[in-house]
């Protein structure tokens, strides 16, 4: 049972554009949100994250949006610069934090300059 | 500040022999996961630790797969014998803040 859904495997964005990418998730006990980046052959780093309290959260060119309601979160990057290119990955957790990660399949984004 | 480390990097075994995979966390981090990643997949978690203690190891396959952090710092994570169905990517991390996980860049195992 996939707790945490991210149903578009790729995306392709043009440069300079916004790249919008989604993510569902079935588990009302979440209530913290994260979302990771990959690279080739490294490990995820940590992007962004936003707490059920909220319903948005800004750092620079990113911005994740919650909808509780609809058990749906997205991440705006915008403008998309090449080095964004990646896999992103979006990851849930209970207890604003403290229970362990659920993470989705992926979004691999790439950036058409 | 240096990252998580792991070693080795690639390794490439046959079935049903034993193979083993080291992690050294962020200096300060006294909680260390591991976690498994399949192909197309999220990272999964396998085992956590706070400091020596294993606090969450319902997902590790205790028959063959065993994890130590004896002095809470470093870990091994091992597997005997290893399947076929072992291969994937390996991957630590560490964190002071539970929600915030650093992640090494993880140790593909090939079992042929």
């Known amino acids: 049972d996939q707790q945490v859904k991210q149903n578009s495997p790729s995306l392709s964005v043009q440069e300079g554009r916004i790249s919008i990418l989604n993510c569902d998730y079935t588990?009302?006990?979440?209530?913290?949100f994260l979302w990771y980046k990959k690279y080739p052959a490294e490990g995820p780093t940590f992007l962004i994250s936003?707490?059920?309290?909220?319903d948005k959260n800004e750092d620079g060119r990113f911005t994740v949006f919650l909808n509780k309601s609809a058990k749906h979160l997205s991440l705006h990057i915008v403008p998309s610069q090449p080095g964004d290119s990646a896999v992103y990955f979006c990851?849930?957790?209970?207890?604003?934090?403290?229970?362990?990660?659920?993470f989705g399949t992926g979004t691999r984004l790439t950036i058409i300059p | 500040e240096a990252g998580v480390v792991q070693s080795p990097r690639y390794k490439i075994i046959e079935k049903k022999q034993p193979v083993a995979f080291w992690c050294n966390p962020i200096?300060?981090?006294?909680?260390l996961y591991w976690y498994l990643q399949n192909l197309g997949q999220g990272p999964e978690l396998l085992i956590r630790?706070?400091?020596?203690?294993?606090?969450?190891d319902s997902q590790l396959p205790k028959d063959r797969f065993s994890a130590e952090r004896l002095k809470g710092v470093d870990s091994t994570l091992k597997i005997q014998p290893a399947e076929l169905g072992d291969s994937a990517v390996y991957l630590c991390?560490?964190?002071?803040?539970?929600?915030?996980?650093?992640f090494g860049p993880g140790t593909r195992l090939t079992v042929l």
């Open positions: 630790y706070e400091n020596e203690e294993a606090v969450d």
């Open positions: 936003i707490s059920s309290i909220k």
């Open positions: 588990n009302s006990m979440f209530d913290y």
């Open positions: 991390a560490s964190s002071l803040d539970p929600a915030v996980q650093f």
């Open positions: 990851a849930a957790s209970a207890r604003f934090g403290n229970e362990k990660l659920t």
């Open positions: 200096s300060g981090h006294n909680t």
